[in-house]
Each structure stands twice: as C-alpha cells, then as structure tokens.
C-alpha cells in the first residue's frame, strides 16, 4: 500500500491563507447580506409610512369636506317690519314694563307684556324656560318658537332647519293650542305641522322686526334657561 506524501509546509500556509479569505469572504458576504436586507426593511418601512400618511391626509380632507357640505347651515333671513301679511297670524297690545317675580301673561305662551329685567339668552333649549325671560327677548326682536314636548324627533328636526343663527329662541312648552306655536313682539302664530311654510314667512317677517320696544338690543350676555344646548 502506497502511503500519500507529506503536505509541504509552504503548501500548509497556502491553504491555511486560502481559508481564512474564503471565511473573511463570506463574512463579508454575509454582513453585505444582512445590510441590503435591512435596507429592503427601512424601504418598505418608509413606503408603509408615506402611503399612510397619504391615505390618513385623505380621509382627514375628505371628513373635513363631508363635515363642511352635510353640517347644516343656519337659515337667512332680512330684519322684519316690512309689514307682510301672514295668514293666521294674531296681533296683540301688551305693554312693555320691567317687573321683579311672576307674571299672568293674557296669552300662553305669552307674545309681549311685563317681564324680567334680564332678558334669555337666544338659544336652543330642551327644556321649559322662563317666560318673563323669553318676553324680555321678544322685547330685544327675537322670535320665540316653542313646540309640544310630545312633537317627534323628525319634526323637531325640521323646526331647527328653520332657525337663523341668533335672536330664536326654539323651547318646549305645556299645553299648546297648537303643536307649534311662533310668538315674537305682540305677534304670535299657531301651527299644526313643522312644515309649514308659514314658519319661515313668519321668521322673514318678524324676525329682528324694527317695531318691537327695544329693537338690536343684544340677546346673550343675560341668563341662561334649564337645557340649553346652543
């Protein structure tokens, strides 16, 4: 049997040389291979962050716009006085007096007459208010809408659709004549439904109406009622 020769020594450096680059090679391999698979991470990573971006922007712009187009826009009237004539509207001659406590009003809900010194608030109530604030109101050229509290959330909807911005104050009321009913300064109409479209001729007319006592005379800054929402 023949015996394999002896490795030279020169040869034994060579291979030993030989495998330490072939380990540094792959350690540099492998290194570079972890880094561009790093690189493909932070890319991804930087894609997923910039779409989201884009779509959270969107939808941020679109619910901006959506909330700007839907949010309903109070109505818009001219200050009244114009003399109009209104079907079924009934007029009145109370007086205007400052009084402290209580008042008798000749009509329910009452359309002019005593009342406190400190006028409502103009608003939207869920509640019941003062008469002898709301009149004190009526006095400054708001309109005062009140509605049997049994009227249903659809037609209280429509109601609100009617509403200016200010000087309106929308409350419930007990024991109506009529499920609706619009009082302003001595004027005062009775209705049976929301849509009716006296509501807004009423409002055109005597909304801000120049011939009450005390007309532009502010309508906040006073006393809020029980419920008030806006």
């Given at each position: ?58 939808a941020?712009v ?44 000749e ?10 010194p ?28 009140t ?23 929308l ?18 109409l ?15 007319e ?25």
């Amino acid at each position: 049997m023949s015996e394999t020769p002896p490795i030279p020594p020169k040869a034994k450096q060579q291979q030993k040389q030989q495998s330490v680059k072939q380990q540094r090679a792959a350690e540099r391999e492998r290194k570079l291979e972890e880094f561009r698979k790093k690189e493909a991470r932070r890319r991804r990573n930087r894609l997923v962050g910039i779409w989201s971006a884009v779509v959270g922007g969107a939808a941020i712009v679109a619910l901006i716009v959506t909330t700007i187009v839907l949010t309903p826009r109070p109505a818009s009237y001219g200050k009244g006085g114009e003399g109009a004539e209104i079907e079924g509207v009934q007029t009145f001659s109370n007086a205007s007096e400052h009084v402290e406590g209580a008042v008798d009003y000749e009509q329910a809900p009452p359309a002019g007459g005593p009342h406190n010194p400190a006028w409502l608030n103009c608003g939207v109530y869920t509640e019941p208010v003062p008469n002898e604030n709301a009149v004190h109101s009526l006095e400054h050229g708001a309109v005062w809408i009140t509605y049997d509290p049994s009227l249903s959330d659809t037609d209280l909807e429509t109601l609100r659709g009617f509403l200016p911005s200010t000087y309106v104050i929308l409350s419930p009321y007990e024991d109506l004549p009529s499920p609706i009913v619009l009082s302003g300064w001595n004027v005062q109409l009775e209705v049976d439904e929301a849509d009716d479209p006296r509501i807004p001729e009423f409002l055109e007319e005597y909304w801000q109406n120049q011939n009450v006592p005390e007309p532009g005379a502010l309508c906040t800054g006073a006393v809020d009622g029980p419920g008030k929402v806006s």
